[in-house]
Every structure is written in structure tokens, then in C-alpha cells.
């Protein structure tokens, strides 16, 4: 059984990721009870929400006054006892999040989901502390800023049913979230791999001093990046393909594209390249106001996707 209509979301963790979660339940009218021992986290998480909620709410297309209930409480058991879902935003260190999902899942009720934003720990791993019901723990893993950025990668573990994984999935769905259900535990999920393999390039173009930080940052952010915020890598070859599309693309270039792979390089991320980087990312933010280049992107962000809900052909 699973709770297929979600009022109510537990919080547990309010960090950078568990206050961007709340915003974005909250936008969607769902009453959320949040939960963080840190001394402050709750006027960190009241002073997070002033600068995100707005933004959620004009993205969920619905209005203030529709927006859903916070109430902060003391403990984990509290947090998870009325929820329909749970979303874990804690440490990121496998005991820590053990011992947070023994709780919840000693006290969340039957049925209802257990969804760890895990980056990179793997879901059947987390499963091991649920003794109540292993199954209901999984993946569903945000990208920052996570109250605007819709993408979600939810990861089933070996314990999980396919009806339950598809509960996160339409859960996700229905509070304005892209869910992209991974079919197999790999470190790193989806979308991590693809950054990984793309930095992995741009530090070694670095490391052999054929490109600076600035310059691998322009030729993303003016070129294929913007293509890829609207299609996504392999759409993009497939309509460089010209009439015979993805087809015709790998005929031609595709040859030439084996030798790029074979080529790439394997930088191992020594103290000495960390430092290259590190200067060469000094070098580039050289005159800019961090805040200001922060808000700036958040606020383009914010643009783009409205501007991609105009189209109605896009994937
Ligand atoms: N920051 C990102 O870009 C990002 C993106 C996607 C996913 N994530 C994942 O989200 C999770 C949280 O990351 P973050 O960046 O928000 O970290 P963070 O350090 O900002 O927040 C973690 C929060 O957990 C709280 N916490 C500690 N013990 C707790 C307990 N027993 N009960 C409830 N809360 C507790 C801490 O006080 C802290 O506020 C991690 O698993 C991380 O991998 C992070």
C-alpha cells in the first residue's frame, strides 16, 4: 500500500537542500513539518524561505494564498508522525543517515515514503537501517537550487516495488517536479555522472594548460550549454543532424567522435591541480560580486523556465 494523496510532507534536515525542499512543497499547497537540531536552523530556514518562496510559488503557477502550512517542530518522531511523504535532507555520511532513518522509519506510518536527497550514497545501502519497512526507502535526489530547478532522480533500492517507485515518481509530478527514475544504484545517479565526465575533461584541459577555469566557462555557458537547457545533449546532436537527424549525425561525426572519447583525458584531482583550478576560478571571479552573480543566475533561471513552458514541443 502506499499513501497516493500527499497533504502533509516531513522535512528532516533544513539545510541548503531540505529548506529549498520545503519551499517547493509548500508553493504546491502541502502543509510541511520540518525538522533540524542545529542551533538556529530554524531562523536559518524561516530567512531561506523569504528569499525562496516567492520565486516557488510564481513557478508552481499557483497563488500565496494557496500556499500550504509550515510548522517547525523538535524531533524526528514528530516531524514524520502525521506525514503522507518524507523527504531526508540530513549529512551526507552514511551513519548519520542511518540514524536518522531508523527513526523515521520507526515512526513514519505504513505506506508512506521515505525519500532520501542523497548525492551519491546508494539507496539499498540506506535501506539496511529500515527495519520497519526497507522497501519504502529510496532516492529522490534534487539539484540545486532545488526550489527552482525541477529535475529529481529518484533511485529504487533492491528492496523497492515498482508501485512504490512510481508513488515518488507522481508524487514528484504533482508538485511541478521532472522525475527521472533510475534503473540501476550507481554512484553519482545520472546526472552526476554526465557533470562528472564533463569536469573530468575540464580539469584535464586545464591541468595541460590548453584552456583557463574562464575559458571552459565560456564555451559551455555561450555554446552548447544553452542548447542543452533546451533539449538536452543528445536531442541537440539529433537536430544538428539536419532531415536525416541522429541517424545521419553518427554517420558522419560519429567516427571522429570515437577518436574525441579515446583521446579524453584522466586527470587524478591532485592537491596541485585542486590549486590550479582554485586560481583560475579566483582569476575569473576577479571584479564580480558573488551575491549579485548568484542572484542574476537564479533570476535567468527563473526565466528560462518560463520561457520553456511556452513551447509545447520540447521533451
Ligand atoms: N547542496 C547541494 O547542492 C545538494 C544537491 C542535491 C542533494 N544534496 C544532498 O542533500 C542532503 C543535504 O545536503 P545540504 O547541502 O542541504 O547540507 P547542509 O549541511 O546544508 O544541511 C544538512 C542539515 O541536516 C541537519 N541535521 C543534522 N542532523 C540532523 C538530524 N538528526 N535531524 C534533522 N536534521 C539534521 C543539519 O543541522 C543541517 O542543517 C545531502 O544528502 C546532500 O548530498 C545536496
Redesign the pocket.
Known amino acids: 500500500m502506499t499513501r497516493s494523496r500527499v497533504t502533509t510532507v516531513a522535512v ?8 529549498a525542499w520545503a519551499a517547493s512543497f509548500l508553493a504546491a499547497g502541502l502543509d510541511v513539518v520540518a ?4 542551533e538556529g ?1 530554524e531562523q ?1 530556514l524561516l530567512d531561506s524561505l523569504r528569499r525562496t518562496l516567492d520565486i516557488a510559488t510564481e513557478l508552481s503557477g499557483r497563488s500565496a494564498a494557496d500556499r500550504g502550512d509550515l510548522r517547525v517542530v523538535g524531533s ?1 518522531a514528530e516531524a514524520v508522525h502525521d506525514a503522507d511523504f518524507v523527504q531526508e ?4 555520511r552514511l551513519e ?2 542511518g ?2 532513518l531508523v ?1 523515521i522509519d520507526s515512526f513514519a506510518r505504513p505506506g508512506v515514503v521515505v525519500a ?6 546508494a539507496p539499498s545501502a540506506l535501506q539496511k537501517f529500515a527495519a520497519v519497512d526497507p522497501g519504502r526507502v529510496l532516492v529522490g ?4 537550487p ?1 526550489h527552482i530547478v525541477p529535475l529529481v532522480e529518484v533511485v529504487p533500492g533492491s528492496a523497492t516495488t515498482s508501485e512504490l517507485a512510481q508513488a515518488a515518481v507522481d508524487f514528484y509530478r504533482s508538485v511541478g517536479k521532472k522525475p527521472v527514475l533510475v534503473r540501476a544504484e550507481l554512484p553519482g545517479h545520472i546526472t552526476n555522472r554526465l557533470q562528472a565526465a564533463l569536469w573530468r575533461e575540464a580539469y584535464s584541459l586545464v591541468d595541460r594548460g590548453v584552456a583557463t577555469v574562464a575559458d571552459i566557462d565560456t564555451a559551455i555557458s555561450h555554446g552548447p550549454g544553452l542548447r542543452w537547457a533546451i533539449v538536452g545533449p543528445l536531442t541537440a546532436q539529433h537536430l544538428s543532424g539536419g532531415q536525416g537527424g541522429m541517424r545521419h549525425l553518427l554517420e558522419h561525426l560519429g567516427p571522429p567522435t570515437q577518436k574525441w572519447m579515446d583521446d579524453l583525458g584522466e586527470p587524478q584531482l591532485t592537491a596541485e591541480l585542486a590549486h590550479k583550478l582554485v586560481a583560475g576560478m579566483d582569476e575569473e571571479m576577479n571584479g564580480i560580486d558573488q551575491a549579485e552573480l548568484l542572484a542574476d543566475r537564479d533570476r535567468l533561471l527563473v526565466d528560462i523556465m518560463r520561457l520553456k513552458r511556452s513551447s509545447t514541443n520540447l521533451p
Open positions: 528532516v534536515g533544513t539545510g541548503v537542500i531540505g529548506a525538522t533540524d537540531p542545529a536552523a536559518r524526528v535532507s540530513g549529512p551526507e548519520h543517515k540514524a536518522l527513526e532520501s536527497s542523497t548525492s551519491g550514497l535526489h534534487p539539484f540545486d532545488a
